[in-house]
């Protein structure tokens, strides 16, 4: 029997935050239950939930120094029911709670590296961020980016030619370049 209702039943927390997270238990009134159970054995979490009146919900709380104690890792946990007669009802069973190191700090220091911070160069001086570099403007090629580039990858070669022969400028009509063989030719089927 599940009387607990949460949209999400996974539980999550950062090392050093506060975690506080409502059970609510419908189905049963507050005044027959005689306490409520949290329980993680390979977290070797065991503790009470205290009633929430303003939340109508039992609350699950670890401190910032609760939750640095945490090993980091994913384990999982059950929540059980004792109601006053003795009778002992498991509400969730099995299911997920992570303990997640802190990435993120507090501090600026820790956001500097040793070099950046002795290195970094005063407001207006000596600010040698490049600018972003522009690709030259094409001759009118559009297409591949590798298009325009000789065998051995030289922008300087267009279409593998040796440098002393110029390819037509084709950019302007309707006729494409025949293909070239390896060594940089025209290959249009004739010796």
């Known amino acids: 029997m599940n009387c607990c209702k949460e949209t999400d039943n996974a539980i999550r927390v950062i090392k050093g935050d506060v975690l506080e997270v409502y059970f609510v238990v419908?189905?049963?009134?507050?005044?027959?239950?005689?306490?409520v159970i949290f329980s993680s054995i390979s977290a070797k979490i065991l503790c009470d939930l205290p009633?929430?009146?303003?939340?109508?919900?039992?609350?699950?709380?670890?401190?910032?120094?609760?939750?640095?104690?945490?090993?980091?890792?994913?384990?999982?946990?059950?929540?059980?029911?004792?109601?006053?007669?003795?009778?002992?009802?498991?509400?969730?069973?099995g299911e997920e709670f992570t303990v997640f190191k802190?990435?993120?700090?507090?501090?600026?220091?820790?956001?500097?590296?040793?070099?950046?911070?002795?290195?970094?160069?005063?407001?207006?001086?000596?600010?040698?961020?490049?600018?972003?570099?522009?690709?030259?403007?094409?001759?009118?090629?559009?297409?591949?980016?590798?298009?325009?580039?000789?065998?051995?990858?030289?922008?300087?070669n267009k279409g593998g030619n040796d440098g002393d022969e110029k390819e037509p400028d084709t950019s302007g009509g309707d006729e494409t370049t025949p293909p070239t063989t390896d060594n940089g030719e025209e290959n249009n089927g004739s010796d």
């Open 51 to 93: 009633y929430s009146e303003e939340q109508e919900a039992f609350c699950l709380r670890f401190t910032s120094k609760m939750s640095n104690l945490l090993p980091a890792g994913f384990y999982t946990y059950d929540l059980t029911l004792e109601l006053k007669g003795g009778t002992t009802l498991t509400l969730m069973h």
């Open 102 to 156: 802190k990435k993120n700090s507090l501090f600026v220091e820790d956001y500097l590296d040793e070099e950046q911070d002795n290195d970094k160069p005063e407001d207006g001086e000596g600010n040698e961020t490049e600018e972003p570099i522009e690709p030259p403007a094409d001759e009118g090629d559009e297409g591949d980016d590798n298009e325009g580039k000789g065998d051995d990858g030289d922008d300087n």
């Open 26 to 35: 419908d189905d049963v009134e507050v005044e027959y239950i005689e306490r």
